[in-house]
């Protein structure tokens, strides 16, 4: 059973520039949340999709939005790349239907985006 | 809002002893989760333990357990016989009761080293 899988591991990319990340959630999951990690930070929460729809979001301005498809994978998208978004992103998924206890949550590894 | 105090930026423990971790939050909410994430250089954000604020006993997973003190906001970490393969940064992170699943409010990270 693969876990959260993300494409691409790494990517460098040039200011004013517009990136999409992927993300394959858990089989089973239909919850898919976004999270960027700064290097020597927390991760922090950008935003989560289920049913296709953005349901939930973090502080993070408009140039980052998402998608989410009926097999239940996602893209983050940024656009007007500036140099402080360089940072690890990672998805992670879980499964609405059971508790909302926490334990359910996995991540992926990440996609370590570098804009120059 | 929530916010999680990580005040160790960085640990180190011998092989074989044992290590605290600290984690303060910030919350006026009654009901919540807690976890420990423990991310390797691989990157990945593995669980290692959560706790329930409506639980009183404090949760254990084998040589990892913690010490939470609800009424002082803490949430410390304690790891037994420590073993080089600990070696990673480890996360406390705050999570609502109720509402979407996914939204972690992560501290900024304590990284430890197990030496040899």
């Known amino acids: 059973d693969a876990g959260v899988t993300q494409s691409p591991t790494h990517l460098i990319k040039t200011r004013g520039q517009q990136v999409t990340l992927r993300c394959s959630p858990k089989?089973?999951?239909?919850?898919v949340s976004w999270y960027q990690q700064a290097l020597g930070q927390g991760p922090q929460f950008i935003f989560q999709?289920?049913?296709?729809?953005?349901?939930q979001r973090g502080n993070f301005p408009d140039r980052f939005s998402g998608h989410q498809y009926p097999n239940y994978s996602s893209e983050l998208n940024v656009n007007a790349l500036l140099l402080g978004d360089s940072a690890l992103y990672l998805c992670?998924?879980?499964?609405?239907?059971?508790?909302?206890?926490?334990?359910?949550?996995?991540f992926g590894e990440g996609s370590w985006l570098t804009v120059v | 809002a929530q916010t999680v105090t990580q005040s160790q930026p960085e640990m180190s423990v011998q092989e074989a002893e044992t290590v605290t971790l600290s984690c303060t939050y910030d919350?006026?909410?009654?009901?919540?989760?807690l976890f420990w994430y423990k991310q390797p250089p691989s990157r990945q954000m593995i669980l290692v333990i959560r706790?329930?604020?409506?639980?009183?006993q404090n949760a254990t997973e084998n040589r990892f357990s913690v010490n939470f003190q609800k009424a002082a906001k803490s949430f410390s970490l304690k790891i037994s016989d420590s073993q080089l393969g600990d070696t990673a940064m480890y996360f406390c992170?705050?999570?609502?009761?109720?509402?979407?699943?996914?939204?972690?409010?992560f501290g900024k990270g304590t990284k430890l080293s197990v030496k040899p």
């Open positions: 999709y289920y049913e296709e729809e953005e349901r």
């Open positions: 706790q329930e604020a409506y639980k009183q």
């Open positions: 919350t006026s909410e009654s009901n919540y989760y």
């Open positions: 992170a705050f999570k609502n009761y109720g509402g979407s699943q996914g939204n972690l409010i």
């Open positions: 992670a998924s879980s499964p609405e239907s059971t508790d909302i206890s926490g334990n359910t949550i996995y």
């Open positions: 089989s089973g999951h239909d919850t």
